[in-house]
């Protein structure tokens, strides 16, 4: 069996401007996107929370209303037993017994003063908690309505991109494969501390693509000979020359077309 040629070092940088160029694509995609999906993400989580606001409120609201009914049968049954000690005081025998059932009497009066104060004081929880639970309705339609709105405009973005989000990484883990393993990890850490995400970046005006340090003549004549891998002494960044790379963006337009 034959054994597999190397790639040589021109291959190498080809392969690895492609797959820069086909990850910068990604991020493109994943810029148009923005903080679409986290702001999504907050507005669900708002909703939700107003949601479970809103059941509390109108539980805590049901509450109240059964603590009405139980004072209000609180005071209904001070008034039988009203009755009953008034009824019970025509038959009494003595003083004291009068005395004793006067004073049941005057007890069942208090509990309903009582009883009365807090059903007032109950309404009062209940007119504010339905303002707080108008407040709440209001804000929940209105966020409902806000991420409705946010959630059609990522729908729109996703039915737009998200073909070509996933050809693409399938493209650039195929190209990753190709490349030596030290070589993509060499390129993904660079890729992972330089801004914007270029690991790999073209001879522009005699300097690194972005940067303002220039590049030494004789460096940049190692760099268009292509026999070995040249990294900027300032960004760490691979350097290929001008010439290289719009050979392989040529080439990388016409794939991103049929994708």
């Known amino acids: ?20 160029l086909i990850d ?37 609201l049901e509450v109240i209303d059964n603590d009405i009914a139980s004072k209000k049968n609180l005071i209904e049954e001070s008034k039988a037993l009203i009755k009953k000690y008034s009824e019970q005081q025509k038959n009494v ?17 208090l509990e309903m003063e009582l009883a009365d104060k807090h059903i007032k004081e109950f309404k009062v929880q209940i007119e504010q908690k339905k303002e707080v639970i108008a407040e ?32 693409l990484i399938t493209k650039s883990e195929e190209y990753k494969a190709q490349i030596e393993e030290r070589l993509v990890a060499a390129y993904s850490r660079i890729r992972k501390n330089v801004k914007n995400g270029l690991a790999v970046v073209p001879i522009e005006r005699g300097a690194a693509g972005g ?33 290289l790379a719009e050979e392989q963006k040529t080439k990388m337009e016409k794939m991103f077309a049929k994708i």
């Open 93 to 109: 025998r003595n003083n004291r017994e009068f005395n004793s059932l006067t004073k049941e009497v005057e007890f069942q009066e």
């Open 24 to 60: 910068s694509r990604i991020d493109e995609i994943r810029n148009v996107r923005g903080e679409l999906p986290l702001e999504v993400r907050d507005l669900e989580d708002e909703v939700a929370g107003l949601n479970i606001r809103l059941e509390k409120l109108v539980s805590n």
């Open 136 to 167: 709440t309705k209001e804000r929940l339609k209105e966020r409902q309505n806000h991420l409705k709105h946010k959630k059609s405009e990522l729908d729109a973005i996703l039915a737009e991109t998200e073909k070509e989000e996933q050809a």
């Open 1 to 20: 069996m034959a054994k597999k040629k190397e790639a040589t070092v021109e291959e190498r940088l080809r392969a690895l401007y492609d797959l820069q």
């Open 211 to 243: 940067s303002f340090f220039t590049i030494p003549p004789q460096v940049q004549v190692e760099i268009a000979s292509r026999k070995k891998v040249i990294t900027d002494e300032h960004s760490g960044r691979i350097l290929v020359d001008a010439a």
